[in-house]
């Protein structure tokens, strides 16, 4: 079988390469410092290289595949995100409970919405099931978990905070809402209208993870430095 090579001109292929050795080098990176933060914030951190090893290692598969095919189905970021984003999603439990006491419930609906949503969308994308009946499920199950971060307990909890943690719960509200848009707008386009092609879907879902994953993790890494008392852990 001839051997192919990343090609100087395939932006999406650089892209892939360039995000998966930014998922590593984070990954290196958040579990090296997790040690370096006040001992509430360590789980966030540890969470945050668990999403950028997994998603590195996926990466090398996808990268793999595009390189040697110029396609990457996007059936097979599902596997990736099976895992991933119901990790960042109950991060925001995890930066709540750094800095107070609040109920395990916030837990349970952030990670149940956030498996509703994904299995919603591989059900629709993989075809086991009609793409628009997919496409809403995946939308009620991301319209639960926002709503559970703007209005819900953890929302109504997070605007009692004051500082630091609630920057940082803001912030990453924000990228749950803007960041993550790309994914859905990604089914609509790429696969229920077809207007979108591969090269473009994957350059874009590739420049994503990097505020998605990467990102989202720094934000939560600096907080936790912000608040570790100089001399102490
Ligand atoms: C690191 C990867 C991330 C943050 C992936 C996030 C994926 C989503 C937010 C996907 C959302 C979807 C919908 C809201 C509806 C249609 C189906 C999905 C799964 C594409």
């Known amino acids: ?41 360590r789980t966030s951190m540890t969470l945050s290289g668990l999403v950028t090893g997994i998603a590195f290692v996926h990466y090398m598969y996808m990268r793999e595949v595009w390189v040697s095919t110029g396609t990457s189905p996007t059936v097979f970021r599902y596997i990736d995100w099976l895992l991933t984003v119901p990790l960042l999603m109950i991060e925001f439990y995890f930066i709540l409970s750094a ?25 629709g994308e993989a075809g086991y099931m009609n793409i628009n009946a997919g496409f ?14 703007f209005s819900g307990e953890a929302g109504r909890e997070a605007a009692r905070l004051s500082g630091a ?33 591969e090269v473009t879907l994957n350059l874009v879902y590739n420049l994503a993870d990097f505020i998605n994953k990467i990102l989202f993790g720094l934000v939560i890494y600096k907080t936790a430095a912000s608040l570790t008392p100089a001399g102490s852990k």
């Open 99 to 123: 800095v107070k006491k609040v109920s395990s419930g916030i837990f349970w609906r952030l990670f149940l919405g956030t498996l509703v949503m994904l299995i919603g969308g591989y059900l």
């Open 1 to 41: 079988m001839k051997t192919t090579l990343l090609q100087s001109s395939d932006i999406t292929g650089i892209t892939f390469w360039l995000i998966s050795m930014a998922l590593l080098a984070s990954t290196f990176f958040f579990w090296i410092e997790r040690n370096s933060v006040k001992a509430s914030w």
């Open 165 to 197: 943690a609630k920057d940082c719960f803001e912030f990453c509200k924000w990228i749950v809402t803007i960041g993550w848009s790309v994914y859905p707008l990604g089914y609509l386009f790429g696969y229920m209208t077809g207007s979108a092609n």
């Open 136 to 149: 809403i499920i995946g939308m009620a199950g991301w319209i639960f978990i926002l709503y559970e971060v």
